[in-house]
C-alpha cells in the first residue's frame, strides 16, 4: 500500500511559540492532502484540505491564520501551528488519497501535541 | 456532516461475532472502513463504492446500502487482533472524508 510519512510524530512546546508538522507521501504523488485534529476517545475532526499550488479548503470554525497549511510539492503538505496555547493540544493526523481512483485514505502516523 | 455510528462500544468473548453500523443523512458514494489502535493511525479495511456492494476482507466484511445511506461492519468469530476502534468513512460528491464517533470494540480471551 501507499506510503505517509508524517514528522515529527511528537512535540512539547510552550505557550506562545509556533510548530511545523510535515506530511510526505512516499511513493505516490497527492495533489490532496487532508489534516485531521484528534481528542482522545474521539473522531478524527477534518480540519482543512490541502491542495497542492493553491490555497487550503478549511473546514468551518478553523481559523485560517492559526493552522497555516502549505503544500509546496506533489508529495509535501505542511501544518503550521502558530502561537500555540495549550488548547491546542492534540494528536493531529494527515492523510492522502491513493487507488485507482484515489478512492483509498492512507494515513501519517501522527503528531501528538502538547502545548505547555 | 459526519456520519452516525453505532455502538459506541462493544465487548466481545473470543469467537463472538459482532454489527458496526454506520448511517448518514446524505447522498453517500462511497463508505470506508477504518480500525485505528490505541496511539496509532487509523488504518484502512475497505472500502464500498456501489449501493448494494458487498465485500470482505478474512472475517471481516461489509454492506452498503445506497438507499438507505447505510452501511454495516460484521466481525465474525472475532480474534484479539480486532480489538481496537473502527470508524466508517464517507464520501460525498466533494470528495472528502467525514468520519464517525467511532466504535470501540474489545476483545476479551
Known amino acids: 500500500g501507499a506510503v505517509v510519512s508524517q514528522h515529527p510524530s511528537w512535540v512539547i512546546c510552550k505557550s506562545g511559540t509556533s510548530v511545523k508538522i510535515e506530511c510526505r507521501s512516499l511513493?505516490?504523488?497527492?495533489?490532496?492532502m487532508f489534516w485531521y485534529r484528534q481528542f482522545p476517545k474521539q473522531s478524527l475532526m477534518l480540519m482543512a484540505t490541502?491542495?497542492?499550488?493553491?490555497?487550503?479548503?478549511?473546514e468551518q470554525g478553523v481559523e485560517k491564520d492559526k493552522f497555516l497549511i502549505n503544500h509546496a510539492s506533489l508529495t509535501l503538505s505542511t501544518l503550521t501551528v502558530t502561537s500555540a496555547h495549550p488548547e491546542d493540544s492534540s494528536f493531529y493526523i494527515c492523510?492522502?488519497?491513493?487507488?485507482?481512483?484515489?478512492?483509498?485514505?492512507?494515513f501519517g502516523s501522527g503528531t501528538q501535541l502538547s502545548v505547555l | 456532516q459526519q456520519p452516525v455510528q453505532s455502538p459506541q462500544a462493544v465487548i466481545l468473548r473470543e469467537g463472538e461475532d459482532a454489527v458496526i453500523n454506520c448511517s448518514s443523512s446524505?447522498?453517500?458514494?462511497?463508505v470506508h472502513w477504518y480500525r485505528q489502535k490505541h496511539g496509532e493511525a487509523p488504518v484502512f479495511l475497505m472500502i464500498?463504492?456501489?449501493?448494494?456492494e458487498q465485500k470482505g476482507h478474512e472475517k471481516i466484511s461489509a454492506s452498503f446500502n445506497e438507499k438507505k445511506q447505510q452501511s454495516s461492519l460484521y466481525l465474525t468469530a472475532s480474534q484479539l487482533s480486532y480489538s481496537g476502534t473502527y470508524f466508517c468513512?464517507?464520501?460525498?460528491?466533494?470528495?472528502?472524508?467525514?468520519f464517525g464517533a467511532g466504535t470501540r470494540l474489545t476483545v476479551k480471551p
Open positions: 492523510s492522502a488519497p491513493s487507488g485507482i481512483s484515489n478512492e483509498k485514505l492512507f
Open positions: 511513493d505516490f504523488q497527492a495533489t490532496t
Open positions: 490541502s491542495n497542492e499550488g493553491s490555497k487550503a479548503t478549511y
Open positions: 446524505k447522498a453517500l458514494y462511497s
Open positions: 464500498l463504492l456501489k449501493g448494494g
Open positions: 468513512g464517507t464520501g460525498t460528491d466533494n470528495n472528502d472524508m467525514r
